[in-house]
């Protein structure tokens, strides 16, 4: 399913004295298939933005297009319940919105709410935790007898047992430990190529935006502030830190290292086996240009 | 010598009686002025260490002391006045409807003189930078400032130990960078130990020592220094390896003049210009 946001405004309680701009002017395309990250500042109107790709919220002006549902501010719509099907939200913290006696009762909770049958549901609560990487002796437990990681496999369980196309992703590693965070990961990245599905990962993240996005956009101030791919986007890092984001350590790493040798290195290193392989060979030339 | 402030002796502790060990026959020492990082995978006891150290939780088998004081339900109100702490989520952790309320809470609760509670809560206020924000509401305050708020309420209490249970992980970078520089800050000015349980790695480095959890047990501990060395035992544990070390080995790896494994990047910048310089 493709999405795109066209010169989208959303503003907070029109027309009463706490009217706020979240966001203005914001274009983004997200065709079928693509592995987007929106990063930037708490405040910086990230999340009013994913609150619209289910159509959680409506525009303020511009407007909205998911798939073949067109969402601008002066159309009533109707049958919004497809696009919320499709488009699979798992917000922050989604283990604190288990609430089922089972886990397979709570994964097949939302399949069921948009009209699919027990049996169904059932099967696709099987496949989902074999997604999740858990086994299927778990969906017979209480989801609070697991630990949190279990939890937050889950609660993710929950929004791919709805078949989306379409992944968002808020945050989705906050509070794991590294290997935890690098599994839940590597895990999207999978279903991403597998289930082909579009996904949208909302991180502070720089590390994983840059090792698993097609394509950035960072958010500042309620609007889009820059779109490109990683290598684009961290060709200029002191633009970033300037605004007070972070970037990848291994951008950080070569910046210091070109400030030491007075040398730009031939091109920016996304991964630690790219920096070594120039640092390795610049070592062994020996040469300041 | 450094002195020990807290001990702690063979400690065992189990949620559920019938369940498993979430600490087992664990032992060290905190030791004055410290900054103490803990850290380990998700589940490994950190949390409940903390929830232990502070009374909100007592060892089954095993003992705390804190000073001379044997934690137990008649010291544990001593003990909270010298250790404060600072938890995960700065939304729950909020009593107060304007920050200089908040802050004044914990003084209110230990029936501290009005004048001397205003005069204590400026103060802390003031020594993390929110001196400014008196009279706002906690609910426009970013998540950093939540967290500074969070930890004025602790100093207004003049604990010797300030434990920071995950205190930065739900921040966003610059969060994190500015409650970490105020509690540095604090740590200078007022001598106190800091205890930062953690999953951050590049903040466990800049620790003066590191206990590594692993299953309820102390695996490892040791200067910053001495626990990067553990390397690929740290990743099997669940944990990561901070980026300068992981450089350090790559480059060591391909014979390049790297003598060790650096825990600060700038370091290792300067070992390659030395080496270049050289040649």
């Known amino acids: ?289 | 010598m450094k002195k020990s402030l807290v001990q702690l002796n063979d400690i065992s502790f189990k949620y559920d009686l019938d369940g498993d060990y979430a600490l087992r026959n664990v032992s060290f020492d905190i030791y004055e002025g410290e900054w103490l990082a803990i850290v380990g995978h998700n589940g490994s006891g950190k949390s409940t260490m903390a929830k232990l150290l502070n009374g909100l939780n007592f060892p089954q088998e095993g003992s705390i002391t804190v000073g001379e004081l044997k934690l137990s339900e008649e010291t544990v109100w001593d003990i909270r006045e010298r250790i404060g702490m600072v938890f995960q989520n700065p939304d729950n952790q909020f009593v107060g409807t304007t920050v200089q309320d908040d802050v004044a809470f914990g003084l209110e609760n230990h029936g501290i003189p009005r004048e001397e509670m205003v005069e204590r809560v400026y103060k802390a206020l003031e020594s993390v930078k929110m001196d400014q924000f008196l009279d706002q509401e906690p609910h426009h305050l970013s998540g950093g400032q939540k967290q500074r708020v969070a930890i004025a309420g602790v100093l207004a209490l003049r604990p010797d130990i300030i434990v920071l249970d995950e205190a930065t992980s739900m921040l966003d970078p610059r969060g994190r960078e500015e409650v970490l520089e105020t509690v540095r800050v604090l740590k200078k000015n007022h001598e106190m130990t800091v205890i930062s349980i953690t999953h951050d790695l590049e903040e466990a480095a800049k620790a003066d020592r590191i206990i590594v959890m692993n299953k309820g047990q102390v695996y490892k501990q040791g200067t910053p220094e001495e626990i990067f060395q553990l390397d690929e035992e740290l990743v099997a544990l669940g944990l990561d390896i901070p980026f300068p070390v992981k450089m350090s080995k790559m480059l060591k790896s391909l014979d390049l003049p790297v003598s060790k494994y650096h825990l600060s990047e700038e370091e290792l910048v300067a070992e390659l210009w030395t080496s270049h310089s050289k040649m």
Do not use: W
């Open chain 1, 1 to 289: 399913m493709d999405i795109s946001l066209k010169n989208v405004e959303y503003r907070y309680q029109v027309d009463t004295p706490f009217e706020r701009l979240a966001i203005k002017d914001v274009s983004i395309d997200i065709p079928a298939g693509t592995f987007l990250a929106i990063i930037g500042h708490t405040g910086s109107g990230k999340s009013t933005v994913l609150q619209h790709l289910n159509a959680l919220l409506k525009p303020t002006g511009g407007e909205v297009v998911l798939g073949d549902k067109v969402i601008t501010a002066d159309k009533k719509q109707k049958n919004l319940k497809e696009v919320r099907q499709r488009v699979g939200i798992v917000f922050q913290f989604p283990e604190h919105q288990l609430f089922e006696e089972t886990v397979e009762k709570d994964i097949c909770f939302g399949p069921m709410n948009f009209g699919v049958s027990e049996k169904e549901a059932k099967i696709r609560a099987r496949e989902a935790i074999a997604h999740v990487g858990l086994s299927e002796e778990i969906l017979e437990k209480s989801p609070f007898d697991l630990s949190g990681g279990q939890m937050r496999r889950v609660a993710i369980a929950g929004v791919l047992a709805m078949n989306p196309d379409v992944i968002v992703l808020d945050e989705p590693t906050a509070g794991l430990d590294p290997r935890g965070r690098k599994e839940i990961m590597d895990m999207f990245s999978d279903l991403h190529k597998q289930r082909k599905l579009s996904t949208i990962l909302v991180t502070h993240s720089m590390e994983d935006a840059s090792r698993y996005a097609d394509k950035i956009v960072i958010m500042h101030s309620g609007q889009v502030y820059r779109t490109g791919t990683p290598l684009e986007i961290f060709s200029n890092p002191e633009e970033l830190i300037k605004m007070g984001l972070d970037v990848p350590e291994v951008v950080k790493f070569q910046q210091k290292l070109e400030r030491a040798f007075q040398r730009k290195f031939s091109k920016t290193c996304l991964t630690i086996e790219e920096i070594t392989e120039e640092i390795s060979s610049f070592l062994k030339r020996g040469d300041v240009q």
